[in-house]
């Protein structure tokens, strides 16, 4: 099965770059998709197709691709910002998914 | 608006079973897959299941495999996942979710505690 690798931990400044990255062998055979997960609520989607911003998601928040490695860009990090950010490999609704471990995002 | 909805969460002894639900709206479920992935307290998503569309292929993770089972009713645009043989460490709360036209929909979870 594969595994996606994410770094526990980030730690950023308000107003600075946050970059979260994910690595594994199913990219880029399949898409990365980013999640938000703040505590007792579900997963909130920022990134689709490894670039593309649902509606309503800020510019700030980007992804971006590159071989094995799929990365989550917070430009201009906020307090809010502050939250778990998970990675996804998935190609269709009908095949496995696999999830990152998760990055704990600090905004100091 | 896509809606899932899961019910069946709660408190079960270790050993017992407990059937989860998840009630589809807004889109053409028979269209496509959907996925149970869960999240035991303070750890991160774990995929769980995922059965196709039709019903036709089902996936299970190794760690429900044999214990789990997936179906679905597109008559009733429902899916249900049968937990049997349920373990301490099955405890967290469950999601449905789907990927439709690439975007991927949740639902707002329901918690499955096993305990003694």
């Known amino acids: 099965s594969y595994e996606l690798t994410q770094p526990p931990s980030v730690s950023v400044s308000p107003g600075q770059t946050a970059r979260i990255t994910c690595s594994g062998d199913t990219f880029p055979k399949k898409y990365g998709y980013w999640f938000q997960q703040k505590p007792g609520r579900a997963p909130f989607l920022l990134i689709f197709?490894?670039?593309e911003r649902p509606s309503g998601i800020p510019e700030r928040f980007s992804g971006s691709s590159s071989g094995a490695t799929v990365t989550l860009t917070i430009s201009a990090v906020q307090a809010e910002d502050e939250a778990v950010y998970y990675c996804l490999s998935a190609d269709n609704s009908n095949t496995p998914w696999v999830f990152g471990g998760g990055t704990k995002l600090t905004v100091l | 608006q896509v809606q899932l909805v899961e019910s069946g969460g709660g408190e079960v002894q270790p050993g017992r079973s407990l059937r989860l639900s998840c009630a589809a709206s807004g889109f053409i479920f028979s269209s496509y897959g959907i996925h149970w992935v869960r999240q035991a307290p303070g750890k991160g998503l774990e995929w769980v299941a995922v059965?196709?569309?039709?019903?036709?292929?089902?996936f299970y993770a190794d760690s429900v495999k044999g214990r789990f089972t997936v179906s679905r009713d597109n008559s009733e645009n429902t899916v249900h996942l049968q937990m049997n043989t349920l373990r301490l460490e099955d405890t967290a709360v469950y999601y449905c979710?789907?990927?439709?036209?690439?975007?991927?929909?949740w639902g707002q979870g329901t918690p499955v505690t096993v305990s003694s």
């Open positions: 197709k490894d670039i």
């Open positions: 979710a789907s990927l439709i036209q690439m975007l991927t929909f």
């Open positions: 059965i196709s569309y039709n019903g036709n292929n089902i």
